[in-house]
């Protein structure tokens, strides 16, 4: 009967906790899932405003640039004035973002609410992640880096799939997707209002600003090997955002934005089937395995993309999802492995470092554009001649209607050159525009 009163307490410590991992998890989940949630809308956009590939890359960069500040500047700032004030802040920068994209005509707007999302994401990538690991149940051992790394994943993968659904079935699409992600982090931060704390405010929130990379002693030696895993894989995950709408629209040649969500999906949903995988391994050995089938997925991808095959694609972008879950797991439970509250957030810091650094270099490098062009031409099985100039970073004529744009242009052309008439041609009329410069051709039915 003496113990009562400690057991009591004790299961109360315990639920409290469950309540903390819950909300964090949660909280995470909701905040990259707001994050992918444009990405459905994007071609609707390049239909709609004339945004171009170019474009579409450069919101890609202007995310992932201000995370790599927030996590330089903010990533120990849990440490010093709680998990759960830093897990707020991160949830109103993302759900501002998601206001300011309810009126998006301009590529401007478009890269304002990917910056605000860019330093909410950076924020909560260290320090509610850490609050994750802070609250995380005993048992199973492995739980710890498989919610911390997969949560994200996760999160982008239903973000893509719902976003999509709600875009091609719901009423006012280019409002609706991000409503619900506000409505979506609400309720996040209200569990996290009512949750524990799981770290004791002290001072120095002020120097901790300062932009800094520390690790503890006995991870450096373990962070070459899990920088490697890191960097190839974030890289690929960047690759599919900037690839993806692309390849929905010149190989599937569909416009339906839950065909996009399901297959950026298809890159990230495998990985959290995969990250429990890994937990039957060592962290070395767990690396080893998932990066040596990562590597064989991509000798798939690059020989579907030469032999132009979508079916083969599709197959190894599953399976490479699922090695990426493995490793990524295996490296974060090695990093993780006897970490104090206080190593957990800069541990975090470094490693989000090192993914959106890997993540900001496929669609920052200025041969990124013509390549993912080949790429698409490639599957779609097309193929620029020898004496064809380079290819510009817009999608192919691959569609029926974009060969009909290209023939009725042609032949505006040749009209312009017998007497400067207007060509006509079946039910379609040329509406000259200026845009960015030059004169681009419109359809619209006649009327």
Same mark, same amino acid.
């Given at each position: 009967m003496e113990d009562s009163p400690a057991v009591i307490d004790q299961v109360y410590r315990d639920s409290r906790l469950r309540l903390a991992f819950l909300s964090a998890v949660v909280s995470l989940a909701a905040a990259f899932a707001a994050s992918s949630?444009?990405?459905?809308?994007?071609?609707?956009?390049?239909?709609?405003? /004339?945004?171009? &590939?170019?474009?579409?890359?450069?919101? =890609?960069? +202007?995310?992932?640039?201000?995370?790599?500040?927030?996590?330089?500047?903010? /990533? @120990?700032?849990? &440490?010093?004035?709680? @998990?759960?004030s830093t897990a707020i802040a991160s949830l109103g920068l993302l759900a501002l973002g998601c206001l300011v994209l309810l009126n998006v005509h301009a590529v /401007?707007?478009? $890269?304002?609410?990917?910056?605000?999302?860019?330093?909410?994401?950076?924020?909560a990538s260290s320090n509610v992640t850490a609050y994750v690991v802070d609250a995380v149940p005993s048992r199973p051992a492995w739980l710890a880096s498989v919610a911390s790394s997969q949560t994200v994943t996760l999160g982008l993968a239903v973000g893509a799939i719902a976003s999509g659904a709600l875009v091609q079935y719901g009423p006012s699409p280019r409002h609706l997707t991000y409503l619900v992600a506000v409505g979506s982090l609400f309720v996040s931060a209200?569990?996290?209002? =009512? %949750?524990?704390?799981?770290?004791?405010?002290?001072?120095?929130?002020?120097?901790?600003? @300062?932009?800094?990379?520390?690790?503890?002693?006995?991870?450096?030696?373990?962070?070459?090997?899990?920088?490697?895993v890191f960097l190839s894989t974030w890289a690929t995950g960047a690759f599919y955002q900037a690839?993806?709408?692309?390849?929905?629209?010149?190989?599937?040649?569909?416009r339906s934005s839950l065909v996009l969500g399901l297959v950026f999906a298809a890159f990230m949903a495998p990985s959290v089937l995969g990250a429990p995988l890994g937990g039957r391994f060592t962290p070395a050995a767990g690396q080893r395995?998932?990066?040596?089938?990562?590597?064989?997925?991509?000798?798939?991808?690059?020989? +579907?993309?030469?032999?132009?095959?979508?079916?083969?694609?599709?197959?190894?972008?599953?399976? +490479?999802?699922?090695?990426?879950?493995?490793?990524?797991?295996?490296?974060?439970?090695?990093?993780?492995?006897?970490?104090?509250?206080?190593?957990?957030?800069?541990?975090? %810091?470094?490693?989000? $470092?090192?993914?959106?650094s890997a993540a900001a270099f496929p669609t920052s490098c200025p041969a990124s554009s013509p390549a993912l062009s080949r790429c698409r031409r490639s599957l779609s099985g097309t193929a620029d001649s020898p004496s064809s100039p380079p290819s510009s970073p817009s999608p192919p004529h691959a569609t029926p209607l974009?060969?009909?744009?290209?023939? &009725?242009? @042609?032949?505006?052309?040749?009209?312009?050159?017998?007497?400067g008439r207007q060509h006509r041609s079946g039910p379609l009329r040329v509406v000259p525009r200026r845009r960015a410069g030059r004169l681009a051709l419109l359809h619209a039915p006649e009327t």
């Open positions: 949630a444009p990405i459905p809308l994007f071609n609707l956009y390049r239909a709609e405003e /004339g945004f171009n &590939n170019a474009d579409i890359s450069l919101t =890609v960069v +202007a995310y992932d640039l201000p995370t790599l500040a927030a996590l330089l500047v903010m /990533g @120990r700032l849990s &440490n010093y004035v709680g @998990r759960r /401007g707007t478009l $890269l304002a609410r990917r910056v605000l999302m860019g330093l909410g994401a950076g924020l209200v569990l996290i209002v =009512v %949750s524990p704390e799981t770290v004791t405010r002290t001072p120095g929130a002020w120097r901790s600003l @300062r932009p800094s990379v520390r690790v503890p002693s006995r991870v450096r030696g373990l962070l070459p090997v899990a920088a490697a690839f993806v709408p692309g390849l929905v629209e010149d190989q599937l040649h569909s395995v998932g990066m040596t089938v990562f590597l064989a997925r991509w000798i798939g991808i690059t020989t +579907a993309i030469t032999a132009g095959s979508l079916t083969v694609f599709i197959a190894a972008t599953v399976v +490479a999802g699922a090695a990426q879950g493995i490793a990524v797991s295996a490296a974060i439970r090695g990093l993780l492995h006897g970490s104090t509250v206080a190593d957990r957030a800069p541990i975090f %810091s470094v490693i989000y $470092l090192i993914c959106y974009a060969k009909g744009r290209a023939d &009725n242009e @042609r032949r505006t052309q040749a009209g312009r050159r017998e007497g």
